[in-house]
C-alpha cells in the first residue's frame, strides 16, 4: 500500500499488506535486533496492540528479528576490473537481439 491506505479505512479484521524498506546506518554494531512496529493515530498518539479477544496487549507488535552483519569493503583491481568488461562483453553476444 505504500502507506497510503490510512486506518480510518480498513475494515475489522482486515488483513492490510503494506511493504517497508529498512534502512540500516553503517555505523550499527553487528549483531541480532529485534523489529517491532507500532501505529499511530492522526494526532500522533499510539494505537494499542490488540489480541483477538478485543484486550489491550501493548503498543507494539514484534516483527521477528533482524541479523546485521559488518560491511565488507573490497579493492577491487585492475585484473578483476577487466574479468567483469570481458564477462560483460560475452553476455550481451549470448543476448537475443530486439526483433
Same mark, same amino acid.
Given at each position: 500500500?505504500?502507506?497510503? !491506505?490510512?486506518?480510518?479505512?480498513?475494515?475489522?479484521?482486515?488483513?492490510?499488506?503494506?511493504?517497508?524498506?529498512? !534502512?540500516?546506518?553503517?555505523?550499527?554494531?553487528?549483531? #541480532?535486533?529485534?523489529?517491532?512496529?507500532?501505529?499511530? $493515530?492522526?494526532?500522533? *498518539?499510539?494505537?494499542?496492540?490488540? $489480541?483477538?479477544?478485543?484486550?489491550?496487549?501493548?503498543?507494539?507488535?514484534? !516483527?521477528?528479528?533482524?541479523?546485521?552483519?559488518?560491511?565488507?569493503?573490497? #579493492?577491487?583491481?585492475? *585484473?578483476?576490473?577487466?574479468?567483469?568488461?570481458?564477462? #560483460?562483453?560475452?553476455? *550481451?553476444?549470448?543476448?537475443?537481439? *530486439? #526483433?
Amino acid at each position: 500500500m505504500g502507506g497510503w !491506505l490510512p486506518t480510518t479505512s480498513w475494515r475489522v479484521g482486515e488483513s492490510v499488506r503494506d511493504s517497508h524498506g529498512l !534502512l540500516i546506518p553503517e555505523n550499527v554494531p553487528a549483531g #541480532e535486533y529485534r523489529l517491532i512496529a507500532g501505529l499511530y $493515530d492522526a494526532e500522533g *498518539d499510539r494505537l494499542p496492540v490488540r $489480541d483477538a479477544r478485543g484486550q489491550v496487549v501493548g503498543g507494539n507488535l514484534s !516483527l521477528g528479528t533482524v541479523q546485521v552483519i559488518a560491511p565488507c569493503y573490497c #579493492e577491487i583491481t585492475q *585484473d578483476a576490473t577487466e574479468r567483469l568488461k570481458y564477462e #560483460e562483453a560475452a553476455t *550481451d553476444e549470448l543476448a537475443p537481439e *530486439d #526483433e
